[in-house]
Structure formats: C-alpha cells, structure tokens
Nanobody
Framework: QVQLVESGGDSVQARGSLRLSCVLS????????MGWFRQAPGKEREGVAL??????SYLDAVKGRFAISKDNAKKTLYLQMNNLEPEDTAIYYC???????????????????????WGQGTQVTVSS
C-alpha cells in the first residue's frame, strides 16, 4: 500500500524559511516522479515543484526561492522554501507515481491530476 505523509508546515513571517518533508512507503523510491503542490483558500490547486526522472521543474513564482530534493535511503522528498512570501500561504501536498507513462505527462505546472498518490497536506502560513 502506497502512502505519503507530509510534515514541516508551520506559521512563519515573510522572508523566513521552512523545509517540508514527505515520507513514502509502499514502493522503491528510486524510480518515480514526485512533486509538491499547493492550494490556497479560494484558489485552485497549483503545482510548485516536480522531480521527474532526475529533472526538476518549478512554478515560476517560486524559482530561486524553493528547491526540491529527495533522499532515496530515507524514502523522503523535501521542499526547501526560502524567502517566503504571504502569497505562499497554502496547504502543501506531495504527490507521486511510479508509472513511467503517467510521469511522462506531468510537469510542475500541468498534469498533476494524473498522479495517483497524494498525501494529506501540511499547512504553511506566511505573515507579512
């Protein structure tokens, strides 16, 4: 059974930093696509960052501030978020899939609906 569990969300002031973690269980994490997505109140879900067969892609609004990475030994995906802005306030979700065909159609900003496995989300709140 595949499970993703996020942690690391918190309330911080603008220009602060947070690191989100997403622990996977249920399959070998060395071959998969994984990413971070967020949904702010009253807004649609949007992609933030994606790791896909070694390539990374980011939402333009977070480029240079956020970094996605993974530790295969710990089966954990990370999102380092620096210089946070109030506009980054949202529930952050990690999502993943291990099907190469599905992963080939997903980028940081499109195709997220194809991913089959999602975590429960972690709240990030940034105050000005």
């Amino acid at each position: 059974q595949v499970q993703l569990v996020e942690s690391g969300g918190d309330s911080v002031q603008a220009r602060g930093s947070l690191r989100l973690s997403c622990v996977l269980s249920g399959w070998n994490p060395s071959t998969y696509c994984m990413g971070w997505f967020r949904q702010a109140p009253g807004k649609e879900r949007e992609g933030v960052a994606l790791l896909n067969t070694g390539r990374t892609s980011y939402l333009d609004a977070v480029k240079g501030r956020f970094a996605i990475s993974k530790d295969n030994a710990k089966k954990t995906l990370y999102l380092q978020m620096n210089n946070l802005e109030p506009e980054d306030t949202a529930i952050y979700y990690c999502a993943a899939d291990f099907n190469p065909y599905i992963c080939s159609a997903v980028t940081a900003t499109s195709g997220a609906e194809r991913l089959r496995y999602w975590g429960q989300g972690t709240q990030v709140t940034v105050s000005s």
